[in-house]
């Protein structure tokens, strides 16, 4: 049996001031692409959490939902929601917009957020495991064999081409791990068709 978004429940400490979430037909449903880790860390309170890898399998109860809500899509900035808010919509899913600065931007207008346990973010792992390459090939290089200085070369040209393109390899491929997706059990049933 898989859980839909409306099924979602979420942990955390509530904020004062929130209530049940008792959707209208006109209250933007928030999606939240970032990881699993992410959102348990701090979110919007009745946001639903689809990874950006993860979010083809809910192409369909997506489009359900926006015929009822206009979705709002979000991240921590809004690179991830951009590329999410593309996928959708070239699959027919025209209610929906980028929330503008994503978590970080409604963290610093002062909205209120639920909070939990803290993780490390996407972007954090991603300089995490740059930074020990850079550090390794370093060190390899002086004391193993020079050829080994190509490693942080070729970790500071990744970083540059993120920089400017604002697309990130590792971190596409950092999102694809089981600790930065949804758990199975949570995903409706794979169709065939596309993916991320």
Request: with cysteine; glycine share 12%; net charge neutral.
């Amino acid at each position: 049996m898989s859980t839909t978004l409306l099924d979602q429940q979420h942990t955390g400490e509530k904020v004062p001031g929130t209530q049940q979430f008792e959707l209208s037909s006109k209250e933007p449903i928030y999606i939240d692409v970032r990881t699993p880790q992410e959102f348990e860390s701090v979110h919007i309170a009745g946001a639903r959490n689809i990874p950006l890898p993860d979010i083809h399998h809910y192409v369909d109860e997506l489009k359900t939902l926006s015929q009822e809500h206009p979705l709002r899509l979000m991240c921590r900035t809004q690179n991830r929601g951009k590329i999410a808010y593309e996928y959708l919509t070239n699959h027919g899913i025209t209610n929906c917009q980028i929330l503008e600065g994503g978590i970080t931007g409604w963290i610093a207008q002062g909205k209120p957020v639920i909070k939990g346990q803290q993780g490390i973010s996407l972007e954090g792992q991603v300089r995490a495991i740059a930074g020990g390459l850079i550090l390794l090939g370093v060190v390899l290089g002086f004391t193993v064999h020079s050829g080994f200085f190509v490693l942080p070369a070729l970790i500071g040209v990744g970083l540059l081409h993120a920089g400017l393109t604002d697309s990130c390899l590792m971190g596409m491929l950092l999102s694809k791990l089981p600790m930065n997706r949804i758990e199975n059990s949570r995903q409706p049933q794979e169709k065939k068709g596309d993916s991320l």
